[in-house]
């Protein structure tokens, strides 16, 4: 059926080149850490992890229901919940190799097909629909934008007034589109989030759970 859900996705950058200077053990070992810290803000923010596609992760929120907004906000703090991860990543895990990691993260809305697709003997969980490839194409503008999270006017006006903090306004036709996107850097919430705030120390509250 047709459902109204929020789509993330989350790049990494520079693969082939971090790719050429690693082993491939060593490559294996740190895109498992990946998946898995950067899948918690999504698991943890009412999503489902859709699909690994080769350096991408990609988040869907809504699927079993649920509000506009709530949608919306889960996917927005998922992004902003990866940030955190990643910037962790980088300084405890990564540092052994000499390797840091940078994440490029696009987050759209809209109504999509959810549910299964393929041979009747092989049917596996599909999403399908415009909103998603639009979520692919933002989350590439990042690059030449050279920023971190960019959502669309369609998920910015499902939130509250006033609720994220935003930076660059983007204008962009994206690849299919014949009329310019709005995007909108995403920066942060205005106050303290304290579901943001908790999820982004769970892990520390977990190694130090004696303390």
């Known amino acids: 059926e047709e459902r109204s859900i929020a789509i993330l996705f989350c790049d990494l950058r520079n693969f082939t080149r971090i790719t050429s200077r690693n082993l491939a053990f060593d490559m294996a070992h740190m895109l498992n850490r990946f998946y898995t810290v950067l899948g918690d803000p999504i698991l943890m923010n009412n999503g ?19 509000s506009r907004r709530k949608n919306c906000l889960d996917a927005v703090r998922a992004a ?28 759209n ?32 503008c990042t690059k030449e934008t050279k920023t971190t999270t960019l959502i669309s006017r369609a998920v910015l006006k499902s939130l509250p007034k006033g609720m994220i903090k935003t930076g660059q306004v983007i204008r962009r036709q994206l690849e299919g589109k014949d009329i310019e996107t709005e995007l909108y850097e995403l920066q942060g919430f205005t106050y303290t989030d304290i579901n943001l705030e908790l999820q982004s120390s769970l892990d520390f509250l977990l190694k130090n759970e004696e303390r």
């Open 109 to 140: 809305f809209g109504r999509a097909y959810v549910g299964h697709l393929g041979h009747p003997k092989h049917r596996q969980f599909t999403v399908v629909g415009d909103p998603i490839n639009v979520a692919s194409r933002i989350q590439g």
């Open 48 to 66: 489902i992890i859709y699909q690994y596609v080769g350096d991408e992760i990609i988040g869907i929120f809504g699927t079993g229901g649920g």
């Open 80 to 107: 902003l919940g990866m940030e955190y991860a990643i910037e962790r990543l980088n300084r405890f895990e990564l540092n052994d190799f000499d390797t840091r990691f940078e994440i490029g993260i696009g987050i």
